[in-house]
């Protein structure tokens, strides 16, 4: 037996030693192949795992339908595409916070996909990688993110500078909307939702919930605590409208934290729950009749609530919402100068921005992407497939969004749904927000440290509340 566990051994050896000569090539592939650590929030990419019934059958006869991992997928195009190896290594976080402590930590990521605000610290930071001249190169039809992007989201992002560079050089949007209210217009009035004061409202007392986000809840305190002088007629229709808007969205003086405080602790008074995820079932169970609500998490609780045979609404207050975007960017330590992994970080924010795989995104994680398309209708294709009224309706009314697909004066007339009349105040209005709600919407900025501090100190007694 000693014999044969001597020959055994001996082959062993022999055969791993074999297969590492002739695998000689095992390292240098390992080598050649780039890896790409890529961290995004949680469920934010197509797992693929559809059934065949949700097949998407679009009216050019496109069909699409998510099998596989998007992020999958994406190596095996890399390679077709680019003759390289690329294996992606993918993680998610929860909050801004919690990427940004992980990368203080110690972990390194080459592309990651914070909020606009974190874009704009790292940028601060100049821990950004800015995109390559071959990238943003509107010629090539490969890069779809440049020819695809939405008119409308590439002025924002053009309009936002942090020590003179745009957050168009560092930043790469990929889902956005704004912050409004779902609520069951059976129990709550139309009159009601057109102001943020509602939730302090007695009448809705532990039937209303609000956000455990710092920064969501604070721009809507700010919006009760300015409403008199946000709906003057002498504030919206002076010249520097937006510019006055966003300083008025972006006070973080001592005075003012104060009184926001006093606002969000009656507010959390009159809450049913203060909460990120469960207002959704809170609301298509019931428990609650609004919700402060991001517009993408409004358009799943109307349709999980639909398949329950309840219509809920949703509204955006008129004195002011948050424009937000979550986008992807480059950190420099991951990219570290290597032109091979900042090509294959560039080439990823292509692939997911290919039409048909914005479709697939928007349809898996239910909010709305940055890209109209460019030559392609496939996402506006998607938008009637997802709201445009059946031949037989017969209380139809158009809704235009030639805003987002489009600049051209000539096309503006292309893009304009024929939805469900009552579409207006549902899925249709948070998922494409109507221009007078953008108008009246302002980005967040990146708040400094004592900003920061000051902010963090009174979230902290409103959430041990």
Known sequence: MKEIRKYRHFFLVLFVFVCMSLNGC?????????????????????????????????EDGTEILGENNMAEEFETWYEETYGEKVQVEYSTFG?????????????????????????????????LEPFSEEFLDHENPENYYVRGLSPYIRNVFDGLEIEGETLSQYGAGYMWGVMGIVYNPDVVSAEDVKHWSMLLNPKYEKQITMKDSIRDSYIVALGIL???????????????????LTAKLNDTSQATVDKVEDILDRMRGNAYSLETDSGKADMVTGKVVANMQWSGDGVYTMDQAEEDGLELSYAVPEECSNLWFDGFCMMKDGIGGDEKKKRAAEAFINYISR????????????????????????????????YGAEEEEEETAEYPLAYFFSDSEDKKGKYTLEVPADQITRQVCAQYPPEDVLRRSAVMQCFDDEANKRISKMWINIRCW
Do not use: H
């Not at 592939?29 to 790409?36: G, I, N, P």
């Not at 697939?360 to 938008?383: E, F, H, K």
């Open 355 to 386: 039409p048909d795989n914005v479709v697939r995104n928007m349809y898996y994680v239910g909010y709305t992407s940055v890209i109209a398309g460019g030559d392609s209708d496939l996402v506006y294709q998607y938008a009637d497939w997802c």
């Open 95 to 127: 909050t801004n916070e919690d990427l940004y402590n992980q990368m203080t930590l110690g972990d390194t990521f080459d592309l990651v996909c914070p909020s606009e605000y974190m874009i704009m610290k790292l940028m601060k930071e100049k821990k």
């Open 226 to 244: 300015q409403e008199k002088e946000l709906l003057s007629p002498a504030f919206r229709s002076a010249a520097d409208y937006k510019k006055r």
């Open 26 to 58: 095992g390292e240098e592939q390992a080598e050649d192949e780039t890896v790409l650590r890529i961290a995004n929030w949680e469920e934010y990419l197509d797992e693929g795992g559809w059934d065949e019934d949700e097949t998407i059958e679009l």
